[in-house]
């Protein structure tokens, strides 16, 4: 049974469902799938076929902007950017039954997601990150605390510049999951360093019951 909320500690950020076929295998239990160099009309078929790998590996799949594509496919996660939070309704994603989380960079972004009362928030980029120009400054750990404090129970991911040595602090400042995709997806050996992640996150796990 795929999960229908949880988001595991570690949560890998990919591309497209070949990125997904290749990771899924590895034990991971999150993934967000951000299709940003797809073509439009190829979208469903993408999410489509990243629904059926997650459904078999049991892995919870978050589809990055395309809310509309996601409710045709049957996907029950997406996930809005600022800019997509605009123009999405909201009303008609909680209708549909999905779950969603909403991206914060300053204290107007955060305010706007509470307002819809989103499954998790994202926050970043927490460290410099060198995947895309960001217009916002490393937020840091300060700012994790800050974001956490405010949102309460609500799931916070931390994204932007994670690496193995930086998750536990992250961890410790009130992050509940840790968005990564630079830190494998350029490495020599991305497999290898996605078990890495998965082995820590499993210990986390561990250690909380």
Do not use: C
Not at 94 to 110: C, N, P, Q, R
Not at 121 to 148: C, D, H, N, S
Not at 197 to 203: D, F, I, L, R, T
Request: without cysteine; charged residues 25%; proline residues 5%.
């Amino acid at each position: 049974m795929v999960r229908k909320a949880l988001l595991d500690t570690f949560y890998p950020i990919v591309p497209d469902s070949t990125w997904l076929a290749r990771l899924a295998p590895l034990g991971i239990r999150t993934v967000q799938l951000r299709a940003k160099d797809i073509r439009a009309a190829d979208i469903r078929a993408e999410i489509l076929a990243s629904l059926e790998i997650a459904r078999r590996f049991d892995v919870q799949l978050i589809v990055n902007d395309y809310w509309r594509e996601a409710i045709e496919a049957g996907a029950d996660f997406v996930h809005l950017g600022q800019e997509d939070l605009a123009v999405a309704d909201v009303s008609h994603i909680k209708a549909a039954g999905l779950k969603f989380g909403v991206s914060t960079h300053d204290e107007a972004e955060l305010a706007t997601a509470l307002a819809v009362q989103p499954d998790y928030i994202a926050l970043g980029p927490v460290y410099e990150t060198k995947l895309k120009a960001m217009p916002w400054a490393p937020q840091g750990l300060a700012r994790v605390r800050q974001w956490k404090d405010q949102i309460g129970p609500i799931p916070l991911v931390a994204i932007g510049g994670m690496t193995l040595g930086r998750a536990p602090g992250v961890l410790e400042a009130g992050a509940d999951s840790i968005a990564v995709i630079t830190d494998f997806m350029t490495g020599e050996n991305p497999d290898a360093r996605v078990a890495a992640w998965v082995a820590w996150s499993k210990g986390m796990s561990l250690a909380k019951r």
